[in-house]
């Protein structure tokens, strides 16, 4: 009588320790995420940080720095989207390493054919305003994008704030600024 229960024992300890359960998305407390899902953002100006939008890319009509004051009200409910030294719409910096300050920032802009993207710029203090260093456009949504501070003076740009989906890098190579889009 006690040989059935031990064999069903041995039977049943491997498949429980051989089933795998799929671990649970982990979030930050207070964090939806669902707001900059559906959020879809309208590009109107046509300067960004004091310079005309054609610097920025020739091909582009209007553009939109992100920051609070042009997302929707969720956003400032959202614990996983507020500010801190490494992670912002906008980050401070020296990142080329030239002694001068250095501003990174996302937003959203529409081309003069009427598409629509995403993009990054990296701009330089140059007397009173500031210098166009670096920008990169992605075609496709008008939504809400990230940085965040890698490792080094790698700023990394990102769409998703709760997952380690791929991401662009961008860095100083020695002569010039690069954007890597990373594949995980």
Known sequence: MHRPLLVLGLVALPTAACSKQEPKPQRQPGASGAWYLRTSLDPQDTSVLGLPITVLDSTWARGMV?????????????????ASQNFWYGLAGDFNKDGRPDRAVVGVYRSTKGSKGRFALIVTRSGAGWQKAFSVGMTGPTDVTFLARGSGDTLVWNDCVECDAPAVKIYWNGTKYVAKWESE
Request: charged letters at 25%; aromatic letters at 0%; a neutral charge.
């Open 66 to 82: 992100l920051s609070p004051s042009v997302l929707p009200s969720e956003a400032a409910k959202d614990s996983a989207t507020r």
